[in-house]
């Protein structure tokens, strides 16, 4: 199906299906791989001329580079994603990747970026955000605020979060809204709420994330076994980088 003469039909069935295998390996915190298949699938859509598919491609890319730390070229994937919906005509996608293109500004050490681009896609694109991402960014600008030293602004986000997770009986967002909350919060039975959440579903790579949250607000005698867990997930995660 790579061959020139492949009909579009296949080779977009192939991206999909590459796309899909993509997101299995980067749940799994395979993220090396979930790459590999992922610039496969890039290349499959992009030999159709299917843009949706390269946008949905590159916001899934997008949190992968996240996770291995490359921020700029996180920063160019959900920047191109959210053009390329907008392009294509999907308002919601387009809104979910400038969310993630807020965080990961955040995770860029971007804040004050950050709570612009949160702020900008709230104003743009509020009426027809999926609920999900509604919550993404309030967690995300949450935390923004609280590194920029905006307490009491991130205390009202962080509380705002709590509350709009609980509408919905979805586990990965209060997973998200539980993570931002306990930081700004310093409350650790949010923390420990998240990473029970990760542990259940089996996303070692956001649990990464809560386990480092937990060592830098805990101040109590269990941070050496959060440390511990924290340092053998790493290795686990990222032997891959260092064996490919």
């Not at 400038?98 to 709230?122: C, M, P």
């Not at 009491?152 to 709590?162: G, H, K, V």
């Not at 586990?171 to 990760?198: E, H, M, P, T």
């Not at 867990?229 to 064996?243: C, I, Q, T, V, Y």
Request: with cysteine.
């Amino acid at each position: 199906v790579d061959e020139p003469g492949s009909s579009s039909e296949m080779r977009s069935a192939l991206a999909n299906l590459y796309l899909a295998h993509s997101f299995l390996e980067r749940v799994a915190g395979r993220f090396v791989a979930a790459e590999t298949l992922a610039r496969q699938s890039l290349g499959l859509f992009k030999s159709v001329a299917n843009d949706h598919g390269v946008a949905s491609v590159l916001t899934s890319l997008t949190n992968i580079q996240r996770f291995l730390g490359v921020y700029d070229e996180a920063l160019k994937s959900s920047s191109q994603a959210a053009a390329l919906f907008k392009k294509s005509g999907f308002t919601r996608a387009e809104a979910t990747a400038w969310s993630i293109h807020g965080w990961t500004l955040l995770e860029a050490d971007k804040a004050i970026d950050a709570r612009r681009v949160f702020a900008t896609t709230l104003r743009l694109y509020g009426d027809s955000m999926s609920w999900a991402d509604q919550v993404s960014i309030c967690a995300g600008d949450a935390l923004a605020a609280h590194r920029l030293g905006q307490a009491s602004e991130a205390t009202d986000l962080a509380e705002s979060c709590l509350a709009q997770a609980e509408e919905g009986k979805s586990k990965q967002v209060r997973g998200w809204a539980y993570y931002a909350a306990g930081i700004v919060l310093g409350r650790n039975d949010l923390l420990l709420d998240s990473a029970a959440i990760w542990r259940e579903m089996g996303y070692p790579g956001w649990l990464m994330y809560t386990l480092s949250a937990l060592v830098r607000v805990n101040e109590t005698d269990s941070s050496p076994a959060y440390e511990a867990e924290l340092s053998a997930l790493k290795s686990r995660l990222f032997s891959e980088k260092g064996n490919g």
